[in-house]
C-alpha cells in the first residue's frame, strides 16, 4: 500500500507529516511529499536512476539527511526526484542506513515557475515512530 | 532554564507569540549553556525551528556555545536600502510598469540558478574570503557602498576552506541571484518622515523614491547550515538539547571554529550577493528611465544582517561593563545608537538605520538605533512584519483571487516568478508592521523615522 501524506501548519514554513506501512514506504511517501511541496505538476523527461547510500545517527536523522539529499539534488543539480527504491536498516545501537537509489527527472531552472524552493529539511520537533502497524513520521521544512 | 526572556511587544503581538510555540522556544534558548543576560524575542518575533524567529540571545566565549539553528540557514539573510534623487511622483503608471518589467527581467529571481557572474573556485574563495569588496573590485557597485554595510559588507573569521564542495556547488549558480520566499526588490514612496534630522541623514526625503532589495546566501548558506547541523549530531563535544535543531558547539571547541570560519565566509558570499543585486537594479533602472547615476543617485543607505552570530563587544547588565560575546540574531537585526563607533560617520549623530521591511502591500519603515538598545538587547532590533498566517492558510485565503490585480488596484505593479509565492506572501500573511515599529520605537530599541509604501515589487 503507498504512503499517506499530508502537510502541518506552522507560522513560518512547512510541516509534512507521512505514514506507510514500513520504512521504505515512508521514505518512498517522505520524497512525494518533499517534490509536491517543491513542484505541484512535475517537468516531464525521462527518468534517470542514481544510487543512494546514507546513514544516520537513528531514523529522524536518517530521514532527514535523505530529504536535504533531494534538496542538494533539486538546488545544485536541477535534478527532482520522482521515484525512490530503498532499504533502511536500523542496528542494534540505534544507527541507521539508507541503501538504494533515486529515480530523478532533470529540468530547466529558467523554466521553474512552478516550482518552490525548499532551503532544507530540519530536525525541527521531527518524528519517525512506530504506531500499531504503521510508521509515521513528521518533519518541518524550511521554506 | 540558564536565564529568563525578554519579549518587546505589545499584548496583541504577545497573544499571537502565545498562540504558537515562540514562547516555548524562547525558553529552550534560555536553557542553552553559557547564555549571557535574557534569551530576548522582538516585536516581530513568531514560532521558528529551534530558535524563533525574531530571537536573540548572546553567548559566553568561554562557557557558551555557537549554534547553527540560531543562525538559520539562510545565512546573512538581510535587507539594504538605496535613496535615489528621484521623486516617485515623477514617475507615470507607464514607467512605473515597465521598471517592474524590465526588473523582473534583469534581476535574477525564484527557484535555482540564475548567476549573473561565472566564478572559478579561485573567484568563489574570494568571494567567500571579501565578501562586497569582491564584488566592488569587479565593478559592481562603488567603494562608498562599503561603509554603508554591516561589518563593511565582510566579516571576519571567514574561511573560505570551510566551506564545502557540496555548499560551493549550490552558490556557484546563484550569486547575483534574489531567490524565492520572502526575497524581492521593492520600488517605495517615502511616505511620511517622522524624524526630519535622522531622514536628513539618512538621505530620505517625503515624496521620494528608494529601493529595498532582500536576499541572503542562497543555496551556498543552507548548505554550510545543513553540513554543521549534520556533524554536531554525531559530535560529542556538542551540546544535544532535546529540541535536536539547536544544537550548538562549544564556543572554543575545534567544530565550533570550524562553524564560525564557514558561517562568516557564508555571510561574505550574502553580502556579495546583495552587492551584485544592487549592481543589477542600478543599471536595469539606469537603462530603463534612460537615465545617468548622476540624475538617479541610488546611494546605499545600509545593508544589515538578519540572520547572523558574531563575536560583538556589549555592556551586560550583569557585567555592568563591557564584554565580548557571540550575539545570535536570528531573525532580528541591529540597532546601534549615535556616536557607537560601528556606526557610519554620516549617521554618527543620528544612530544606526534600523531597516523594518513590512509585507509587499502596505509599508516598510525607517528607524534609527538607540543607545536603549545597546543597553538591553546587546544592539538589536526587529527585522520586519512577522509572519502571521502559516503558507498553507495564507494559499487558502489566497484561492480563487487573482492578488497581483488587487494590488495593482491599490497601486502596487507585482511581478512574481511563482504564482504559490505570490499566495504565501499575500499581504494577509503577516502581521502589522507599524505595530512591530511603534513597539520598538514606544520600547526605546529603536526610533522612528520614515515610512515608506510599496510602488513596484518584485519576487522570486
Known amino acids: 500500500m503507498r504512503a499517506q501524506h499530508g502537510t502541518l501548519e506552522h507560522t513560518a514554513d512547512l510541516g509534512l507529516w507521512i505514514e506507510a506501512e514500513d520504512l521504505s514506504g515512508l521514505f518512498a511517501g517522505a520524497a512525494e511529499a518533499l517534490g509536491q511541496v517543491m513542484w505541484e505538476n512535475p517537468p516531464p523527461g525521462e527518468v534517470v536512476w542514481r544510487s543512494l547510500d546514507l546513514r544516520g545517527v537513528d531514523l529522524v536523522d536518517l530521514l532527514v539527511r535523505y530529504l536535504n539529499e533531494l534538496v542538494y539534488l533539486f538546488d545544485a543539480k536541477d535534478l527532482l526526484c520522482l521515484k525512490v527504491d530503498t532499504a533502511i536498516d536500523q542496528h542494534p545501537d540505534g544507527s541507521t542506513v539508507l541503501v538504494g537509489r533515486v529515480g530523478l527527472v532533470e529540468f530547466d531552472p529558467a523554466q521553474s515557475n512552478g516550482a518552490t524552493a525548499v532551503k532544507a529539511a530540519t530536525y525541527h520537533q521531527a518524528k519517525l515512530v512506530r504506531r500499531g502497524n504503521r510508521w509515521r513520521a513528521e518533519v518541518f521544512l524550511d521554506v | ?460
Open chain 2, 1 to 460: 532554564m540558564n536565564t529568563h526572556g525578554l519579549i518587546y511587544a505589545d499584548r496583541q503581538l504577545i497573544e499571537a507569540m502565545a498562540a504558537d510555540a515562540t514562547l516555548r522556544q524562547l525558553a529552550g534558548v534560555a536553557a542553552l549553556p553559557g547564555i549571557v543576560g535574557p534569551a530576548l524575542a522582538m516585536p516581530d518575533a513568531h514560532q521558528g525551528y529551534g530558535f524563533p524567529i525574531g530571537g536573540v540571545a548572546a553567548f559566553d566565549p568561554d562557557q557558551g556555545v555557537v549554534s547553527p539553528g540560531g543562525v538559520g540557514y539562510d545565512i546573512n539573510c538581510g535587507v539594504r536600502l538605496l535613496r535615489s534623487r528621484l521623486g516617485a511622483d515623477d514617475l507615470s503608471a507607464g514607467q512605473l510598469t515597465r521598471l517592474a518589467d524590465d526588473l523582473a527581467a534583469g534581476v535574477p529571481a525564484g527557484v535555482g540558478r540564475g548567476s549573473q557572474v561565472q566564478l572559478s573556485d579561485k573567484d568563489m574563495d574570494q568571494v567567500l574570503a571579501r565578501g562586497a569588496a569582491w564584488a566592488v573590485a569587479q565593478g559592481y557597485g562603488d567603494t562608498g557602498d562599503l561603509e554603508f554595510c554591516e561589518a563593511g559588507g565582510a566579516l571576519s573569521p571567514a574561511d573560505p576552506q570551510a566551506i564545502s564542495p557540496r555548499a560551493r556547488q549550490r552558490g556557484r549558480g546563484q550569486l547575483g541571484s534574489l531567490g524565492a520566499g520572502n526575497h524581492f526588490v521593492e520600488l517605495a514612496r517615502v511616505e511620511h518622515i517622522y524624524n526630519q534630522a535622522a531622514a536628513d541623514a539618512f538621505g530620505l526625503t517625503a515624496g521620494g523614491l528608494v529601493v529595498w532589495i532582500h536576499s541572503g546566501s542562497r543555496g551556498l548558506g543552507h548548505q554550510v547550515c545543513d553540513d554543521f547541523l549534520r556533524r554536531l549530531a554525531k559530535d560529542k563535544e556538542a551540546v544535544h538539547p532535546p529540541e535536536r535543531q539547536l544544537v550548538a558547539a562549544p564556543a572554543g571547541s575545534s567544530i565550533g571554529r570550524q562553524y564560525v570560519a564557514a558561517m562568516g565566509a557564508a555571510a561574505n558570499f550574502a553580502f556579495a550577493n546583495r552587492q551584485l543585486l544592487t549592481h543589477r537594479v542600478r543599471e536595469t533602472m539606469f537603462r530603463s528611465l534612460a537615465a545617468s547615476p548622476r540624475d538617479l543617485g541610488l546611494g546605499l543607505i545600509y545593508d544589515i544582517a538578519h540572520n547572523i552570530a558574531k563575536l560583538e563587544e556589549h555592556i551586560t547588565p550583569e557585567a555592568g561593563e563591557k564584554r565580548r560575546v557571540w550575539v545570535h540574531r536570528k531573525g532580528a537585526t541591529r540597532s546601534l545608537g549615535p556616536q557607537h563607533p560601528e556606526v557610519p560617520s554620516r549617521y554618527s549623530a543620528i544612530g544606526l538605520p534600523v531597516l523594518l521591511p513590512g509585507d509587499m502591500g502596505t509599508a516598510s519603515y525607517v528607524l534609527a538605533g538607540t543607545t536603549i538598545a545597546e543597553a538591553e538587547t546587546f544592539g538589536s532590533a526587529a527585522h520586519g512584519a512577522g509572519r502571521r498566517l502559516s503558507r498553507k492558510a495564507a494559499k487558502k485565503q489566497a484561492a480563487g483571487r487573482d492578488l497581483a490585480a488587487e494590488l495593482a488596484q491599490a497601486g502596487v505593479v507585482v511581478r512574481s516568478h511563482s504564482r504559490g509565492t505570490l499566495a504565501e506572501e499575500m499581504p494577509a500573511a503577516y502581521k502589522d508592521v507599524a505595530q512591530v515599529a511603534r513597539v520598538m520605537d514606544a520600547a526605546g530599541i529603536a526610533r522612528l523615522v520614515a515610512r515608506t509604501v510599496p510602488l513596484v515589487v518584485i519576487k522570486g
